[in-house]
């Protein structure tokens, strides 16, 4: 009997630690196999419908989106006050198609690009992005979002669709793995890249790295490869240039975790703080990123402004935490001048980039204020009931350690320089600058 018993303690704590591991693993994206798409009529929605799915979005935004107070303050747009006119304009949806774009006009009067409705092109990277994530984290509750046959139908995600573009991908990764990169020179260097870097040599002084994107950690093997090889031609030089003008964003481990760490000589340290809305849509969330409770009362240890206590009063959580990055233990141990080059386009991932720089001083920042939005996590997403699409927006409001709200301050650079980051490089005043600060 005792034998019996123990078998099946075994068994059960056997299956239990599987069951865990599964949920912390990475999911493969080639093991989707999705159930055949329901046929059923294509019809378009009828003027009903696609009101139905303007209320759920309104309202959906009303409870849990961070920027309103924001939106006003800047733009003077008092978003939740144009019911009316919105609901009239998207009553005049012709068809499903005019009603996603009439919904991304009025979403684009909150002045947040993150804050739109996926498009087809983007649907099919967010399912797989969020998929691969462990299943216990809220990020991939992301994926099933997109396994619904609403949604499916919607963006056509198939497993022939699926299937072709792991294909198409894996082809691309091999590809890359096989070209070389020749980088042995020095001020010899004049220019080498690929889709999305760019490295050369300004002068025998002066290194530069031009990153247009912050791809996917795991997609960002050629750039990894190319920037490595790069560096490690500049251990001498005095200075380096991280010129990140026009960078939307994408996958802030890009820099966390491969590039200020290839590059640094000691570790830097940034606060922040992050502000949520309550709900079950942010339940998740809440928990596993350990918001607490007590805005208020964190509000009365705090030497804010009272504007921006003002907009904070308005959240029922918050979170207080640091960022921290150390070098790699391949890191060339930079020791020169940094430059990191920004300009209004800089957002998302990319804005954290320079909102890091410029809170810790590990750079500093030359050109135009940053476009904002940098601090926090990913967006959520939440699907319309009648027509399938998805909603993104962000659902929390960051601000640094000194009460600086990110998406009203954005991050202004050490230096003030309009420039064109489409002329040559010998021709920016941008890059004559520095040149010039490095001939003093």
Not at 58 to 86: C, G, H, Q, R, V
Not at 147 to 161: A, F, I, S
Not at 251 to 263: A, K
Not at 286 to 311: A, D, H, M, P, W
Request: proline letters at 3%; glycine letters at 4%.
């Amino acid at each position: 009997m005792k034998k019996r018993l123990l078998f099946i303690f075994t068994l059960i704590s056997a299956l239990l630690i599987f069951i865990f591991l599964k949920k912390l693993s990475i999911n493969d994206p080639k093991q989707i196999d999705l159930p055949s798409l329901e046929e059923g009529d294509k019809r378009e929605l009828d003027k009903k419908e696609y009101m139905e799915d303007f209320e759920f979005v309104y309202n959906t935004l009303k409870e849990y989106y961070p920027y309103f107070d924001i939106n006003k303050k800047i733009y003077n747009i008092d978003w939740l006050a144009n019911k009316k006119e919105y609901k009239d304009y998207i009553g005049k949806s012709k068809n499903d198609i005019d009603f996603g774009l009439r919904m991304n006009k009025i979403l684009y009067e909150l002045n947040n690009d993150h804050t739109q409705l996926i498009d087809q092109n983007q649907a099919l990277d967010m399912y797989l992005t969020y998929y691969k994530v462990p299943e216990y984290n809220w990020r991939h509750d992301i994926s099933h979002i997109y396994e619904k046959q609403n949604v499916r139908k919607r963006y056509n995600l198939t497993n022939k669709r699926i299937n072709n573009y792991l294909k198409y991908n894996d082809y691309k990764q091999t590809f890359k793995e096989n070209e070389i990169y020749n980088l042995k020179g020095n001020s010899s260097i004049k220019s080498t890249s690929n889709d999305n870097v760019k490295v050369q040599n300004i002068n025998e002084d002066i290194g530069y790295i031009k990153i247009n994107k912050m791809i996917n950690y795991d997609k960002a093997y050629e750039d990894q490869k190319l920037i490595k090889n790069y560096l490690k031609t500049l251990k001498n030089k005095r200075a380096l240039i991280l010129d990140i003008r026009g960078n939307r964003g994408g996958d802030s481990n890009y820099w966390q975790e491969f590039l200020l760490p290839q590059i640094i000589d000691k570790p830097y340290t940034s606060k922040y703080y992050n502000f949520i809305k309550h709900g079950k849509l942010n339940k998740k969330v809440i928990s596993q990123e350990k918001y607490q409770e007590g805005v208020s009362r964190l509000l009365s240890k705090t030497e804010f402004s009272n504007e921006t206590e003002e907009i904070l009063s308005k959240f029922d959580y918050y979170k207080y935490y640091t960022s921290n990055i150390n070098p790699s233990e391949d890191s060339i141990k930079f020791r020169g001048n940094i430059y990191l080059l920004v300009d209004s386009s800089v957002y998302s991932s990319a804005e954290m980039l320079a909102s890091f720089c410029s809170e810790t001083k590990l750079a500093t920042l030359v050109g135009e204020k940053t476009g904002g939005d940098g601090i926090g996590s990913d967006p959520m997403q939440i699907d319309l009931p009648n027509s399938g699409y998805v909603l993104r927006f962000p659902k929390e409001l960051g601000l640094t350690a000194s009460g600086k709200i990110n998406e009203i301050e954005k991050t202004n650079p050490n230096i003030f320089i309009d420039s064109n980051p489409y002329d040559k490089l010998s021709e920016q005043a941008i890059i004559d600058k520095i040149i010039e600060l490095e001939n003093q």
